[in-house]
């Protein structure tokens, strides 16, 4: 049975299913780090002493991701805007790229935790060591989901174009929502965790 | 969203979206050099949050082109936002409650 409006609009919402679904599914997102950033909140306001990031944490190195992230958010963008103008090869670059920064960002994030293992800091050793974590876990975990996604849809999944190329480029434009999405959660974690 | 784009109106996209990517890189840097002036608590809050507000408007405006998109997506989102700030601000709430008692 084929599902309905994967591509036309309902005419009730005037839009499709994935593209209400995909923004349902992100404000719950936004509720759930929400809940996580308001701890966060509650326990820095009501400690004595709570250290600055840049003490603990290393501030180049994130750096460094966030500009990796941002690079990737544009090359997701770019690859749907490719799928718009029928090149596919040119939304496999696109999308290969988003991909490959995704690895990046993971590896420095491997970088970043070893190191902090391997001066016995870890979660249990103070509330911010416990919520950076916390924060960071969850976020790197939405990054290793939208890589998954993103690896189907440059690899198996791209089939798809063939057959029903509209459908595919909705897709990808979901899927890319949900990876600016992971950045945009970067863009406040980067300073409420590192800078502040 | 989820119409056919001229190639025309995808150059123009696509531009845009270099001059936001640009953008957000220059904002990153704004938020790293502003860090080391080791600002009051409140100040450096006070910017770190209006830097990273603008770099989110941003992305979500260009690349998830809420600045195009439905009536219906803009209204769930403005019913999170509010939720969101009141999971936010219930903290404080408590936390300036207990100050005062």
């Known amino acids: 049975m084929e599902i309905p409006y994967t591509v036309a609009e309902r005419p009730d919402t005037g839009l499709n299913n994935g593209k209400i679904g995909i923004w349902l599914f992100l404000a719950s997102e936004v509720m759930l780090f929400g809940a996580l950033f308001a701890s966060y909140l509650m326990m820095r306001i009501g400690a004595a002493v709570w250290p600055r990031g840049d003490s603990i944490l290393n501030v180049p190195l994130a750096t460094v991701n966030t500009v990796v992230l941002i690079s990737s958010s544009v090359t997701m963008v770019m690859a749907w805007a490719s799928l718009q103008r029928g090149s596919f090869a040119r939304f496999r670059l696109f999308m290969g790229i988003t991909i490959l920064c995704g690895f990046g960002f993971l590896t420095i994030k491997y970088i970043e935790y070893s190191t902090k293992f391997h001066h016995h800091l870890f979660p249990s050793k103070s509330t911010f060591l416990a919520i950076y974590f916390t924060l960071t876990g969850l976020h790197g975990l939405h990054v290793i989901g939208g890589m998954v996604v993103n690896a189907y849809l440059w690899g198996p999944g791209a089939k798809l174009w063939k057959t029903d190329p509209e459908h595919f480029t909705n897709r990808v434009e979901n899927a890319g929502l949900f990876w600016h999405f992971v950045d945009l959660v970067w863009i406040f974690l980067f300073p409420i965790l590192y800078l502040l | ?101």
Not at chain 2, 11 to 28: E, G, K, N, S, W
Not at chain 2, 81 to 95: D, E
């Open chain 2, 1 to 101: 969203m989820g119409h056919h784009y001229t190639p025309e109106e995808i150059d123009r996209q696509v531009r845009t979206y270099i001059l936001v990517f640009i953008t957000l890189l220059a904002l990153t840097m704004v938020t790293v050099t502003v860090s080391r002036f080791h600002l009051p608590v409140r100040e450096a809050v006070a910017v770190a949050l209006l830097v990273a507000s603008i770099k989110a408007g941003l992305v979500a405006s260009y690349f998830m082109h809420l600045i195009s998109e439905r009536k219906l997506i803009i209204l769930v989102l403005v019913h999170t936002v509010v939720f969101f700030l009141a999971v936010l601000l219930l903290p404080l709430w408590t936390h300036w409650d207990a100050i005062h008692v």
